[in-house]
């Protein structure tokens, strides 16, 4: 059980364009999802947190109007990426909490973006 | 702030052979301290997790003993396989902030 899934797995897009990575929780009901962004031999940095029907909390240094993140539903979460760079070029990965735990998180396999 | 430290990588061992990877943290108040795993092409997994000082965190073959004295929570197997090729990330959750803070990651490559 507590399966997350990342859509797509792989991106290529071009600079000036936006893209969206969509994440899932497959079996469980997530009331909070965090996106992450990890950089070659770096930590996961957390980018912000969303609660399903409210607007996310980023974290400071992270653009909120280039990095659009949405939590409509229980299960889904999608980042926008807008007006993508090439230093937006990353491994993007979402994690879901469910009601039971205050800390535990699932991962999704992560989203590599590639900005030409 | 809260960070966490870990021995940089990466880490070749023969199969069989004895594990440490080093992890040390700062932190405010009370954490909780976790290992991830993260193999080939998946998201992290929760490995082993310990809530409270001398907590000993164990899975699969693995331990971590929360250790408050020295602000360290290494990760320990007797006796790895090639299964256990993977990166290793250690977090903390908690103390100032609620908020997952993770290490950097040790990659882990055993051979047979």
């Known amino acids: 059980g507590a399966v997350v899934s990342q859509h797509p797995s792989r991106v290529i897009c071009k600079s000036g364009t936006s893209v969206k990575i969509e994440c899932r929780s497959l079996?469980?009901?997530?009331?909070?999802m965090f996106w992450y962004r990890q950089f070659p031999k770096k930590s996961l940095m957390l980018m912000a947190t969303?609660?399903?029907?409210?607007?996310?909390?980023?974290e400071q240094g992270v653009e909120k109007d280039k990095f659009l993140i949405n939590h409509a539903s229980l299960t889904l979460s999608t980042l926008t990426v807008t007006s993508a760079h090439p230093e937006d070029s990353s491994f993007y990965i979402c994690?879901?909490?469910?009601?039971?735990?205050?800390?535990?998180?699932?991962f999704g396999p992560g989203t590599r973006l590639t900005v030409t | 702030g809260n960070s966490v430290t870990q021995m940089e990588g990466p880490v070749t061992l023969s199969e069989e052979a004895f594990l440490t990877i080093n992890c040390t943290y700062t932190?405010?108040?009370?954490?909780?301290l976790f290992w991830y795993v993260q193999y080939p092409g998946e998201g992290l997994q929760l490995l082993l997790k310990?809530?409270?000082?001398?907590d000993k965190g164990s899975n699969k073959g693995f331990e971590a003993t929360y250790r408050k004295e020295t602000t360290s929570f290494h990760l320990e197997k007797g006796s790895v396989q090639v299964s256990d090729s993977a990166v290793y990330f250690c977090a903390l959750y908690g103390g100032a902030t609620n908020k997952l803070i993770f290490g950097t990651g040790t990659l882990l490559a055993v051979q047979p």
């Open positions: 994690s879901a909490k469910g009601t039971l735990s205050s800390y535990e998180q699932y």
């Open positions: 079996d469980f009901q997530a009331t909070t």
């Open positions: 969303s609660n399903e029907g409210s607007k996310a909390t980023y």
């Open positions: 310990a809530t409270k000082a001398d």
């Open positions: 932190a405010t108040g009370y954490p909780s």
